[in-house]
């Protein structure tokens, strides 16, 4: 993997993310076979597709979870400057990773830790300042601040999910992964969820979400792209129309 | 960040969840125990009998008390995929490695805090003025089970029955350092107690291979 990059470093400038001929190989089983997608800083895209397509794969190759087999993935935009440069050879790895926020199938949460100590440590891995006002509002903005103190395993599955979510946020990714985000949520969940991705949207944030099934938040999105047994079947396109695709998912709803 | 300062804030992490559950050293201090009381019964405890046995007891006591408390390290890390958010942070994964590490090295420690008074009363051994040189082999020993340990626990969190694969892995490899630590004791248990040069040196060498492979190696470690 690499990224490019030439102008001032700044954690408020956008990422894109480019694969291509990615493959992904489980044993025998190949998970993606020659994946090719060019997505711009500032776009939405709703990755569609059945169970094990292969969009999972997908977003963790993207997280810098997963090598691909084979095939590269480049990260594109201003965002991570300083590569090529500086003795540590880290350092544009660090620069992509600390723009980069991902919600999982799993919550990435500590059972035993609260919700505030939780984002609290999460903070301090991001290196990140005024952790507790940051904390702070992040617990009041999920609807969680309530229950600050409160250890996870006593939180409901939608609470849990909604932490997760404030995780991911935390530091201000400019790269958002969201694997099947609106798992567990409620009704109250999904308008929340739906209103923070709109204003990441507008903010230009790059926003990657996968689902095989329907969500309000899909109507967001400026690109959908569907997988079927890990090859791209269908593309909107950078400045096509997504809704097509979105409809043929409400249709299978 | 630096990789102290990442690797301080794991540790911080790992003795909150510790001490707010005491799974490990519950499941340690107890299981340490009963090797000990239950060997104490085999044979009659004299002071000769003890120098000649005891060592090996006690470091026998400290591996499987080990390899029980290492497993979970980074095992435990699989609920909820944890270790994916840590793997995405901006820190080593060196880091990562050393927060646990220290963290292992807290709790094995406090095991013998518990263990070694216990073994000195059931096996008739004075420690009165070797508790300081005892303090320095004890240190570098539970150092290398540790450092060993914490390795081979993120290797065999990724593997079906890792529960056994551990101490298969582990054992063997440790089989050097459980001779020098046990020589090492045995020689401060003594009538004449010394410090022997050698094992104090055999057991440091140890310890620095292992974490300098760790350091190498911990990308690999660590990755999916």
Not at chain 1, 63 to 78: H, Q, R, W, Y
Not at chain 2, 93 to 118: D, H, Q, R, T
Not at chain 2, 174 to 183: F, G, S
Request: charged fraction near 20%; hydrophobic fraction near 50%; glycine fraction near 8%.
């Amino acid at each position: 993997m690499s990224a490019r990059g030439t102008s001032t470093p700044s954690g408020h400038q956008p990422v894109g993310i480019s694969f291509d001929r990615v493959e992904k190989r489980f044993g025998s089983l190949l998970a993606l076979r020659k994946v090719s997608l060019d997505i711009r800083s500032g776009e939405f895209v709703a990755l569609l597709g059945p169970n094990g397509a292969g969009k999972s794969t997908l977003l963790r190759i993207a997280a810098l979870l997963m090598n691909p087999s084979s095939g590269k993935v480049e990260f594109t935009g201003a965002a991570l400057g300083e590569v090529g440069g500086g003795a540590d050879d880290k350092a544009p790895l660090f620069s992509a990773k600390r723009r980069i926020g991902m919600v999982g199938h799993s919550i990435l949460l500590y059972d035993e830790l609260s919700a505030a100590e939780n984002l609290t440590f999460f903070a301090k891995l991001y290196g990140l300042d005024d952790i507790g006002a940051r904390v702070a509002n992040a617990l009041e903005a999920c609807g969680l601040g309530p229950r600050a103190r409160g250890l996870v395993r006593t939180f409901s599955r939608g609470m849990r999910q909604r932490l997760s979510i404030a995780r991911a946020l935390l530091h201000e990714p400019r790269l958002l992964l969201l694997d099947e985000p609106a798992a567990g949520l409620d009704r109250q969940g999904l308008a929340w969820m739906g209103s923070t991705l709109a204003r990441l949207r507008d903010d230009g944030c790059t926003v990657i979400m996968s689902t095989h099934a329907r969500n309000e938040s899909l109507d967001l999105a400026t690109r959908a792209v569907s997988l079927v047994t890990g090859q791209i079947a269908h593309d909107s396109g950078s400045d096509g129309d997504p809704r097509p695709l979105l409809a043929a998912l409400r249709g299978e709803a | 960040m630096t990789t102290a300062r990442a690797a301080a804030i794991v540790l911080a992490k790992e003795l909150r969840l510790e001490f707010r559950t005491r799974e490990l050293l519950n499941l340690t201090v107890v299981f340490s125990l009963i090797v000990v009381v239950l060997f104490s019964y085999t044979f009659e405890p004299t002071a000769a009998e003890s120098r000649r046995y005891g060592p090996g007891l006690l470091w026998i006591a400290f591996l499987f008390a080990g390899s029980l408390m290492l497993h979970p390290s980074f095992a435990r890390e699989r609920l909820n995929d944890t270790l994916d958010a840590l793997r995405m942070a901006p820190v080593s994964s060196f880091a990562i490695l050393l927060g646990k590490m220290l963290a292992n090295l807290i709790f094995l420690s406090l095991s013998e805090v518990v263990l070694v008074p216990v073994f000195a009363v059931l096996y008739n051994i004075s420690l009165a003025g070797v508790v300081g040189r005892l303090i320095i082999v004890l240190i570098l020993g539970t150092s290398g089970v540790v450092i060993t340990g914490t390795v081979f626990s993120v290797i065999s969190a990724h593997a079906r029955m890792r529960e056994l694969l551990l101490p298969l892995l582990l054992l063997p490899i440790l089989a050097p350092l459980l001779i020098a630590a046990v020589e090492a004791t045995a020689l401060l248990l003594a009538e004449q107690p010394v410090l022997d040069p050698t094992w104090v040196a055999f057991l440091a060498g140890f310890d620095i291979v292992f974490l300098t492979a760790s350091w190498l190696l911990c990308d690999f470690l660590v990755e999916e």
